[in-house]
């Protein structure tokens, strides 16, 4: 044989070679082998990836078998599909066709983020950043911006009071600005057109009202007492007493980020104007982020003439008219918990309940 027949034997052997290689590269996309590890992986790709990186990271996730051969498809029969960034869950073995239509469609995961109730902003925003959307100082930049509610918010309170809290579906590559959008519109129509027109009836703002819900909402847990606590606190506004909240005392020590989680009794002297045993009237701005409930007792509080009340042990509150018998509502609940004592803490802790002094 000659040398120019072995070269070219040769070349069509490394031709036949290379098209078995292609060939079977191709065939191990559409037909990608079962995984040895957890079939389920989760892939996130940032806005702006690179195309090239999109498939190197979808390899190292052992989505597709070969990052080069995945891209070359994608360029010879699929550039027509524009890929989509965002955070993708595959079920392996996924056939690169599958991938493709999944990124081209923007087929990514939703997060279903619950805000309860009573959560002051920064406790709100943590439930969304730790699950890698957006970030602390991302959520605390959207938050300053306060000409989403114009005329409500001023100062340093920025939005608190005005994240209405409820389910939220968002994902990865939804912004801190975007989420703080929505919460704001839900509050507006959570927020009624009654509910306007009866605290313009009772004189207050709409910031007024939303201060006043978010301590409601942070004096009971039961939906049913709203409209009592609401009494307590309007029947002290009109007497000119002071409202002597515990949790605005709570919410003064988180700023001054002195918050140990007990409440004690030299808290109350607490020099702040959010600590409602030392000044008049309501505090500057809420102190969480109420919810419907309390927001409509707020401007609807029950008829009663209570001016106290004390937590019980079944998880609601006794209610009294005068001090002395709040006085013996607390001595009541006390004997109750005298029946499990637990050891003394170093520093002798505040009384439950709200409204505890003359």
Known sequence: MTP???FALLALLLVVLALA??????WRLKNPPAPAGAADVTVFLPPGTPVSRIFRELESARVVPDAR????YYRLYRSGTTLQAGEYLFTRPTSIDEVINRLGTGDVIVHRIVVPEGLTSEETFELFWKKGIGGPQAFREAAAASELLPGYTSGDSDLEGFLFPDTYQVTRTTSAAEVIARMVARFRENFTPPMRDAARARGMTVREVVTLASIIEKETSLSREYPLVSSVYWNRLRKGMRL????TVVYALKRNGKWSGTLYRSDYELDSPWNTYRI????PGPICNPGSGALAAAVAPANTDYL????DDSGGHIFSRSFPEHLQAIAG?????AQAPEPPPQETPAPDGGAQFP
């Not at 002597?244 to 949790?247: E, K, L």
């Not at 609940?333 to 918990?337: F, H, P």
């Open 69 to 72: 051969m995945a891209e070359l």
């Open 4 to 6: 120019r027949r072995r």
């Open 280 to 283: 008049d009237g309501l505090p």
């Open 333 to 337: 609940v006390r004997r109750l918990r």
């Open 244 to 247: 002597q909240a515990d949790p």
């Open 308 to 311: 106290y009340f004390v937590a």
């Open 21 to 26: 290689v292609v060939l079977g590269g191709l």
